[in-house]
């Protein structure tokens, strides 16, 4: 159980053009929902904290109107890389907790999201 | 803030031998803490929790104590095999907002 796949695990695009990166929880109910961005050789810097019907909670220095977020059900959550640029080419991951176990803190991941911008 | 400090990679052993990968933590209050790991191509899993403090988290034959005296959290194996390659990240919750603050990663090869 605690599946949370993710959907493309890898995509090209063009400098300029918009990529939607989805993160699913399978097999539970996920309302909260968290991004991550790894660099190469580095650990994981959270993004924004997603939330079942409501906005995002953006960490700071993380531009709002360029990684769009969206969480419209309990089962799946969207990361939009809008006018992509070289520089946002990175691993994006993404993590989701179970209601029961949040308190606890463990969180259950997805596979990861290649993005390469040329 | 909340951080998490782990040794620096890559760490490079031969199979059978002991793995000790520090970690240290800074936080206020009493936060749980993980070690999660990565293979090649994979997401990440977690590999074992505690939750406060003098609990040993356990899993394939990995350890790790959280010491709230020292702070610390270091993972340990008695008996690496190839097949542990991977990158461990160490991470710690508030257990206040449910998000994760992970350490840099360190990657670990286990040569044959």
């Known amino acids: 159980g605690a599946v949370v796949s993710q959907h493309p695990s890898w995509v090209i695009c063009k400098s300029g053009t918009s990529v939607k990166i989805e993160c699913r929880s399978l097999d539970f109910q996920a309302t909260t929902m968290f991004w991550y961005r790894q660099f190469p050789k580095q650990s994981l810097m959270l993004m924004a904290t997603?939330?079942?019907?409501?906005?995002?909670?953006?960490e700071q220095g993380v531009e709002k109107d360029k990684f769009l977020i969206n969480h419209a059900s309990l089962t799946l959550s969207t990361l939009t890389v809008t006018s992509a640029h070289p520089e946002d080419s990175s691993f994006y991951i993404c993590s989701a907790s179970i209601p029961g176990l949040a308190r606890t803190g463990e969180l259950f991941f997805g596979e990861g999201s290649r993005l390469t911008v040329l | 803030g909340n951080s998490v400090t782990q040794m620096e990679g890559p760490v490079t052993l031969s199979e059978e031998a002991f793995l000790t990968i520090n970690c240290t933590y800074t936080a206020t209050g009493y936060p749980s803490l993980f070690w999660y790991v990565q293979y090649p191509g994979e997401g990440l899993q977690l590999l074992l929790k505690a939750t406060k403090a003098d609990d040993k988290g356990s899993n394939k034959g990995f350890e790790a104590t959280y010491r709230k005296e020292t702070t610390s959290f270091h993972l340990e194996k008695g008996s690496v095999q190839v097949s542990d390659s991977a990158v461990y990240f160490c991470a710690l919750n508030d257990n206040q907002g449910g998000k994760l603050i992970f350490g840099q990663g360190t990657e670990l090869s286990v040569k044959p």
């Open positions: 997603s939330n079942e019907g409501s906005k995002a909670t953006y």
